[in-house]
């Protein structure tokens, strides 16, 4: 059996996610997304499967392992999160004073917590809090979490859906050692890859004229700061369209001009949700 791996404690979203793409795998919790990029580098029997970024919130942080390990990306998937608040069976509302979470979810769920006065408390991670406050046992403890983690840890949903904002959507992405890529075919696809440039004047300008002359779309475009560096920088790049098509290869050929390493991440099909 396969196995896929992920950052936090079962009932955490990416237990949601992982259960919606791999059902069939064995499905593995890491303390850390770096104990999850080791684990996937040394078996490739396994997968990953990390949150790159929220709609709402932004980007997760993952960038620097991508860069370090340079796994190979099979796919994209955005899972609707849904926050609810959790307590231990029978309590109210009103009993409680402290809610536990992810910084991102208490972040989500502002309007919420300052409306019923609770003080908040980060933890690492959502389902990790929803675990501690069915450990404490103590009714006036709560936390921020899926419904997967009540069914997980015997709580209650005290309060569905508490996000600040409905249609709140994170970005899974799966990776693995191995190296796959699907056909070229009429489907949607990106082409994940990331570059260092050659250190000159206006070298990112020049770089990215070749998208522009032959028309690719760059959906994200992400510098980042070289280890032990403030002035040489990574760029971490989405771009719709598949590595054989003849307009993207034209484009990453020209880039490569101006590199000094260029790498392939993944090349994968878009993800439906990416349509609405």
């Not at 307590?87 to 769920?109: F, M, R, T």
């Not at 404490?136 to 569905?160: C, N, R, V």
């Not at 693995?176 to 570059?195: A, C, H």
């Not at 034209?250 to 878009?270: I, N, P, R, T, Y």
Request: hydrophobic share 35%.
């Amino acid at each position: 059996m396969s196995k896929i791996y992920f950052q936090g404690s079962f009932g955490a979203y990416s237990h949601l996610a992982a259960l919606s793409i791999e059902p069939n795998s064995e499905i593995i919790p890491c303390k850390t997304f770096d104990e999850c990029f080791i684990k996937a580098s040394k078996d490739t029997n396994s997968k990953i499967i990390i949150p790159e970024s929220n709609r709402i919130t932004g980007n997760i942080g993952i960038e620097y392992l991508l860069f370090e390990y340079r796994l190979n990306i099979y796919s994209e998937y955005f899972q609707k999160i849904e926050h609810n608040l959790l307590g231990l069976p029978g309590s109210k509302i009103s009993e409680i004073e402290d809610v536990y979470s992810h910084g991102q979810a208490l972040s989500q769920c502002s309007k919420f917590i300052k409306s019923n006065k609770l003080n908040e408390h980060v933890r690492a991670d959502t389902a990790g809090s929803a675990e501690m406050v069915s450990n404490i046992k103590d009714k006036k403890k709560s936390a921020i979490a899926s419904s997967l983690s009540a069914q997980t840890y015997g709580l209650e949903i005290m309060k569905k859906n508490i996000e600040n904002e409905k249609g709140n959507l994170t970005r899974f992405l799966v990776m693995g050692k191995n190296i796959k890529q699907p056909e070229f075919d009429n489907k949607k696809y990106i082409t994940s890859f990331l570059f260092k440039l050659k250190s000159k004047p206006a070298a990112l300008y020049q770089a990215l004229g070749g998208f522009a002359i032959h028309s690719v779309n760059l959906t994200k475009l992400q510098s980042y700061p070289e280890k032990n560096s403030f002035d040489s920088f990574f760029f971490l790049c989405d771009l719709d369209g598949h590595i054989e098509d003849e307009k993207v290869q034209k484009s990453l050929e020209e880039l490569g001009l101006h590199c000094q390493d260029f790498h392939v991440l993944g090349v994968f099909e878009a993800d439906k949700v990416r349509d609405k």
